[in-house]
């Protein structure tokens, strides 16, 4: 498989990057018009409501058992180490294993994602952080860069469920308001990541809201998090879809996530994986477990 992707692609530039998919039969399911206009001015929305009271205790739940499953070859548990303790960061690949989250995608979840890409949308990705105390941040970056695009894919749309209050000592999640559906991407240093410079100077807001919150942005929007540092976890549900008329390409990025970057207990031990990380700019949750090394050399070109 990886011989017809190139890594040096995770730096370039698209020249037709983000184009909103609208089509003239789509019908909106569930979104108000304010809530779409507030999209299409900052590219990301705000649904403090749209789940019920009972939806986010069942958010709750669910978060509490997929976090608590054991380690298994049918889904991907990655860890970090914070003070010398191996903890759970994030489990990704589960959506086919637990029929009650299966449900809230497909529904609401699923219903505001096609009214904001404007055709029905199609489950790309899905994953959960459990940021505990002194849990790490994602350094400032889109979503859209490497491994997101290598099945010509240009466009994302994600929903972020939190299931713990999000504060800004605990490191809620900082997105930066704009049209960011058109726009190539941002410059990046060597991890595919936006650089310092180019980050000190964009617009920065903290996501803060209560639990069962939801969150939707597409996959241009600059983001990022800091470290908790509170005693309280902050967990949180990261579902992506693309639109279908870009097709289903779920399996395919799972399989070329276990191919390159797979969890610890899947890995060959006599395997570089470093050049393979990039493709999905996974530094952060390499540098957690002290196994990221930065190519100083190339980040001064």
Partial sequence: MLASLRISSLRRTAKFIGVRLLSSTYQRQILTDEQVEAYQRDSY??????????????FQRIATEIENWPISDDWFSY???VGGVRRLSRLEGFYNHHADLKKHVKGKLGQAAS???????ILFKEK???????GFGYDPHQDGVGSWNYFGQFF???????????????????????????????????????TE?????????HMICDAGTV?????????????????????????????????????????????CHPPDHLRDPNKDYTELIRIFNEHNLEQSNDRW?????EETK
């Fill in 79 to 81: 860890f970090e180490e």
């Fill in 197 to 205: 410079e180019v980050a000190r100077g964009l617009d920065w807001k």
């Fill in 45 to 58: 929305v705000i649904l403090r409501d749209l789940l019920t009271p009972e939806e986010k205790k069942d």
């Fill in 215 to 259: 969150i939707m942005f597409n996959s241009h929007v600059p983001h990022k998090s800091d470290v908790n540092q509170t005693d309280q976890s902050r967990r949180a549900f990261f579902i992506t879809w693309n639109g279908e008329s870009l097709g289903d390409t779920r399996q395919k990025y799972y399989d070329l996530r276990r191919e």
């Fill in 115 to 121: 009214d904001l890409i404007g055709e029905e949308a």
């Fill in 128 to 134: 959960l952080n459990m940021k505990y105390p002194g």
């Fill in 156 to 194: 994302h749309m994600s929903a972020v469920v939190t299931c713990d209050p999000m504060t800004i000592e605990n490191g809620c999640l900082q997105v930066v308001p704009g049209d960011w559906g058109e726009l190539p991407w941002l410059p990046m240093d060597i991890n595919g990541d936006i």
């Fill in 293 to 297: 090394q930065p190519d100083l050399e």
